[in-house]
Each structure stands twice: as structure tokens, then as C-alpha cells.
């Protein structure tokens, strides 16, 4: 959860992530997840607009520690979502599949709701399959997008890309299909694009002009955000002396 | 791990350390000390003195932000690929 405007946040390696709907209250500006999302909430509360941002979290999804869930079959106020089946990349054990989920399972450790633009390395039917879902189109038209992709299934890796259209519904159209088919993709959905557009990584960035508040973010590993861990794997376990045990508790 | 001690070399009260390695020593960041016994303890003084501990593995956590990412651009997409940890 970022919760912050795109450009602004003291972050390398990341991209836009999910739909969201914008919100104001006493002229504080925050955003909410649109569609399932699972992720990281561990925002500045001291922040008024992440405030309000946790308080409608609480209100309208789960918290375990610091994981956020909100399914989207669960909050019926305002949401055209509501008990769809959404496609929804979901990653359980370490792996990510794509697939329509309507309740998110227990066990996920992230999620994150998208468009369906190719499922099983086929091409989907945007009236028969992606509008009933929920979306209108106006979320595909001709502009910068953010999309991920797996390339089997369950992956061990994900694809996240970025991507200008020139058609006007990249569904409709096949544009998008086209692109990944070659790319060797089995299954891809769309995120967010357009005015929250934004990809960093490597020292690159790639984005739209303007500083949009956005939501949720992809953040990616990288060599240079963390140094790895200097240590070897230990080969020494510590035991309990045989002698001198008393008042030594493990745990 | 995390070591409370008891009354002995390291503390004459209490006192809490980190063990960071264990060889023929027990390796030691200890807060209030850079003297060498402290630092390198004898494993006997050491379970002797030790009240608790507390183990801490971040080696998952070391993985995951040190994951590499492979940025490229491939038919006019630019594409990160991030492996699922």
C-alpha cells in the first residue's frame, strides 16, 4: 500500500499496481483499492491522507499484522465489483498463478486484482468475458499501461511490464494479445495505466507527466535495495552445555 | 539471537546481547563492551551466565530484498522480471 503520489515516494524499484477510486474528506485526498488486493500496509498514520486511507481500510477490509485484505465480495457499498468473478494474480507459497477468483482463499500472501487481457495463452472476449466482470472499457484505451504476466503455471517468476496501446480497446482490438502471445506469455492481466503510469527499475523510469496519487505498488527485489546477507549459512548450532544448563531456556 | 544475561561477566544484574555467530567462540555484539572477553566468549561462561534467548532467522527476509530483478525492453515493452518470494 502506498497510498501516495506516484512520483513522491521514497522508494527505487517499483511500479503503479492496482485500479483504485480517488476519495476526499475534509479536503484530504486518499485512495482505496478497487478488486481484490492483498498486500503490505505499514503507512506513516501520522500522514492525514494515510489516515483516512487506514481508517476506510479497516472499515472495508481485513487486517493481520500488517497484511491488508480486501476482497472485493465482501463490500457491497459503491461496488460494481461485487461478488464477480475477478482475475486476480495470486501468489501462495512462493508461486503466482492468474486465475477468477469471487472470494479470495485464506492462504494467499498477496493478490492483486487486473483486467484479463490473455488466459491459458488464449486471447479473451471482451463483451463475453471482461465487461461482465465489471469493467467499461475506458480503462483501455490508447495510453501507457502497467501489465503482468506468468509465463506457466504456478511461476516462479512475474513479469511486470510496461506498455503503450494505440487502440482504442486493446481487448477488443487484440493488440495486447498479439504483443505477449510473442513474448511467450500464458496468462496476463492489466493494471493500472494512463495518469498513474509508472515503472522504475534499474535507475530507469518510465512515466506519464502527472504526479497522481496512487495506491497500491509493485515493488521489486533488486541487488542494489538490500545488501544480501554477509554471512554464510551457519554450520555451528548452538547446544546447551552439558554442564551449565540450569536457568537456560530455549526457545 | 538474543541473549539475556545474568549476573556474571557480562552484567552484574541483567543484560541483553546478540550472538551473530558460534564457532569455537560464541560472537558477540554486546552494547556496553568492546572488551574482548565479552566480544568472544568461552561457550561454558557463556551457557552458564545465559538466562533466555531469543532466535531470530532473518535469512528469508535477507533473500527477499536481495533478490535481483532483470530489467530489459522486448518488442517495445519494458519488462521486469521479479522472482515470487
Redesign the interface.
Same mark, same amino acid.
Not at chain 1, 225 to 229: D, H, I, Y
Given at each position: 500500500m502506498a497510498n501516495q503520489p506516484k512520483k513522491s515516494l521514497k522508494k527505487v !524499484?517499483y511500479?503503479n499496481a492496482n485500479f483504485f477510486g480517488s476519495y476526499d474528506e475534509s479536503k484530504t485526498k486518499f485512495t482505496l483499492p478497487v478488486g481484490h488486493l492483498i498486500c503490505d500496509f505499514d503507512l506513516d498514520l501520522k500522514d492525514a491522507s494515510n489516515k483516512y486511507c487506514s481508517q476506510y481500510c479497516h472499515e472495508r477490509g481485513t487486517f493481520n499484522g500488517t497484511k491488508f485484505t480486501f476482497d472485493s465480495s465482501k463490500w457491497k457499498y459503491d461496488n460494481k465489483f461485487y461478488n464477480k468473478a475477478l482475475t486476480t494474480l495470486q501468489?501462495i507459497n !512462493?508461486?503466482?498463478t492468474i486465475s477468477d477468483v469471487v472470494t479470495l482463499p485464506s492462504n494467499l500472501s498477496y493478490a492483486i486484482t487486473g483486467i484479463p487481457v490473455m488466459l491459458n495463452g488464449n486471447d479473451v472476449k471482451w463483451k463475453d468475458y471482461v465487461k461482465p466482470q465489471g469493467w467499461d472499457g475506458s480503462e483501455l484505451y490508447a495510453t501507457y499501461h502497467i501489465f503482468v504476466g506468468i509465463k506457466q503455471e504456478p +511461476?516462479?517468476?512475474?513479469? =511486470?511490464? #510496461?506498455? *503503450?496501446t494505440s487502440t482504442s480497446n486493446m481487448i477488443y482490438s487484440g493488440e495486447v494479445y498479439k =504483443?505477449f502471445k !510473442? @513474448?511467450g506469455f500464458r496468462d496476463v492481466i492489466k493494471l493500472d495505466g494512463g495518469g498513474s503510469y509508472y515503472?522504475n527499475?534499474?535507475n530507469?523510469t *518510465?512515466a506519464t507527466n502527472e504526479n497522481r496519487r496512487i495506491n497500491a505498488i509493485?515493488e521489486?527485489? $533488486? +541487488?542494489a535495495? #538490500?545488501? $544480501?546477507?554477509p554471512?554464510t549459512?551457519?554450520t555451528?548450532t @548452538?547446544k *546447551? $552445555?552439558s *554442564? !551449565?544448563? $540450569?536457568?537456560?531456556?530455549? =526457545? | 539471537m538474543i541473549a539475556l544475561m545474568k549476573k556474571g561477566l557480562w552484567t552484574s544484574g541483567g543484560h541483553y546481547i546478540v550472538i551473530w555467530w558460534a564457532d569455537n567462540k560464541i560472537r558477540i555484539n554486546d552494547p556496553a563492551s568492546t572488551k574482548t572477553e565479552r566480544l568472544n566468549g568461552d561457550p561454558d561462561t557463556f551457557f552458564s551466565q545465559a538466562k533466555y534467548f531469543w532466535s531470530i532467522d532473518a535469512r528469508e527476509f535477507n533473500k527477499k530484498v536481495a533478490t535481483t530483478m532483470n530489467y530489459y525492453t522486448q518488442n517495445n515493452v519494458n519488462i521486469v522480471e521479479v522472482p515470487v518470494s
Open positions: !524499484n511500479c501468489i !512462493n508461486k503466482a +511461476a516462479d517468476t512475474i513479469y =511486470v511490464m #510496461g506498455y *503503450k =504483443v !510473442n @513474448l515503472l527499475a534499474a530507469t *518510465k509493485i521489486f527485489g $533488486s +541487488a535495495a #538490500g545488501a $544480501s546477507c554471512y549459512e551457519p555451528v @548452538l *546447551k $552445555s *554442564k !551449565n544448563t $540450569s536457568g537456560v531456556k530455549w =526457545v | -
